[in-house]
């Protein structure tokens, strides 16, 4: 990256008042997802999973959401989550990320770090990444300064724009811009770019923060045909090196991304397994599948 690209961008920044100091808008109106993270602590895996949920319950006016649910995530693994309309796994997400507390239940990040003693925005610096269906960029901002933006929400605005990239944090949006494939539109403006390509920018952004636990609601939502196999790519490049839940009800990517597949039901697990696995249960194609 270079140092006039960087100066530009903060100039820009600047120009357009610069950041918010916690939950920034984007000017669609959105929430901008979990950015903000600097602790780069680690989480203990020793026990092999990553989230661990058990017995969790959330009931909206008497209504049961999330049914004694219990499910476990292993280190960079790339989760795919299906179920039929109102199953509870935007509620699950919630629940993961601080949004919605639990009636009851445990909710564990890593062997030790218990998500429902920290507050939204604590979970976003532990390093779980939500990204929201609805893409939600910065459109007057340029893909550089999107991604720079990333690093930097949590800083006050005078700090945010005196801020300056040091050579490790540019290196490390280099590689993002090469992850999302957006290298050749890094000057261009967000509120220009295909609804596929803001998607990846977006999750460009989470990337900027390195996190360990990336939650993905319906990504190829409204994506051609060669968006959503992009898609597919990165998520596979991601797998490893980031552990991935991605809710989706497009069977066709999920057949391409995943390994397993966990069924939502009336707010709890009804099947796990391969999607040939699932899709051959007959209580899934009963409540799903079948529809
Ligand atoms: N804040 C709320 N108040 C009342 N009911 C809610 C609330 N949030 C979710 N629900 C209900 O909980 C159930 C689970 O909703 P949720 O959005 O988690 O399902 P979902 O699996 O994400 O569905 P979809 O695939 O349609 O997005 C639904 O019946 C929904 O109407």
């Given at each position: 990256?270079?140092?006039?690209?960087?100066?530009?961008?903060?100039?820009?920044?600047?120009?357009?008042?610069?950041?918010?100091?916690?939950?920034?808008?984007?000017?669609?109106?959105?929430?901008?997802?979990?950015?903000?993270?600097?602790?780069?602590?680690?989480?203990?895996?020793?026990?092999?999973?990553?989230?661990?949920?058990?017995?969790?319950?959330?009931?909206?006016?008497?209504?049961?959401?999330?049914?004694?649910?219990?499910?476990?995530?292993?280190?960079?693994?790339?989760?795919?989550?299906?179920?039929?309309?109102?199953?509870?796994?935007?509620?699950?997400?919630?629940?993961?990320?601080?949004?919605?507390?639990?009636?009851?239940?445990?909710?564990?990040?890593?062997?030790?770090?218990?998500?429902?003693?920290?507050?939204?925005?604590?979970?976003?610096?532990?390093?779980?990444?939500?990204?929201?269906?609805?893409?939600?960029?910065?459109?007057?901002?340029?893909?550089?300064?999107?991604?720079?933006l990333a690093l930097k929400t949590d800083k006050g605005v005078k700090a945010s724009m005196l801020f300056r990239l040091d050579s490790a944090q540019s290196d490390r949006l280099a590689e993002?811009?090469?992850?999302?494939?957006?290298?050749?539109?890094?000057?261009?403006?967000?509120?220009?770019?295909?609804?596929?390509?803001?998607?990846?920018?977006?999750?460009?952004?989470?990337?900027?923060?390195?996190?360990?636990?990336?939650?993905?609601?319906?990504?190829?939502?409204?994506?051609?045909?060669?968006?959503?196999?992009?898609?597919?790519?990165?998520?596979?490049?991601?797998k490893g090196k980031h552990s991935l839940m991605v809710v989706e009800h497009d069977m066709s990517f999920i057949r391409t991304i995943s390994e397993i597949v966990t069924v939502l039901c009336d707010g709890s697990?009804?099947?796990?397994?391969?999607?040939?696995?699932?899709?051959?249960?007959?209580?899934?194609?009963?409540?799903?599948?079948?529809?």
């Amino acid at each position: 990256m270079t140092p006039d690209l960087m100066e530009a961008g903060a100039e820009r920044i600047a120009r357009h008042g610069g950041p918010v100091d916690h939950a920034p808008q984007t000017e669609s109106g959105g929430r901008a997802a979990g950015y903000g993270r600097h602790a780069t602590g680690e989480v203990d895996v020793t026990h092999g999973r990553i989230l661990y949920l058990e017995d969790v319950s959330v009931s909206f006016d008497g209504f049961k959401a999330i049914n004694k649910l219990s499910l476990d995530i292993a280190p960079g693994e790339l989760r795919c989550i299906i179920g039929p309309n109102g199953a509870g796994k935007t509620t699950m997400m919630d629940i993961i990320t601080g949004k919605t507390r639990p009636d009851e239940g445990t909710v564990f990040f890593g062997s030790t770090i218990d998500l429902l003693r920290h507050k939204e925005a604590e979970i976003a610096q532990l390093g779980i990444g939500r990204k929201f269906q609805k893409p939600t960029v910065f459109e007057h901002l340029t893909v550089f300064e999107n991604l720079e933006l990333a690093l930097k929400t949590d800083k006050g605005v005078k700090a945010s724009m005196l801020f300056r990239l040091d050579s490790a944090q540019s290196d490390r949006l280099a590689e993002v811009l090469h992850t999302i494939h957006l290298e050749d539109s890094v000057q261009r403006l967000a509120g220009n770019l295909s609804h596929g390509q803001k998607q990846w920018l977006e999750i460009g952004m989470l990337l900027m923060q390195d996190p360990k636990l990336l939650l993905l609601d319906e990504p190829v939502a409204g994506m051609t045909d060669e968006e959503t196999a992009r898609t597919a790519e990165l998520f596979l490049t991601l797998k490893g090196k980031h552990s991935l839940m991605v809710v989706e009800h497009d069977m066709s990517f999920i057949r391409t991304i995943s390994e397993i597949v966990t069924v939502l039901c009336d707010g709890s697990v009804l099947a796990q397994g391969t999607l040939d696995e699932v899709q051959a249960d007959e209580r899934v194609i009963e409540v799903y599948l079948g529809r």
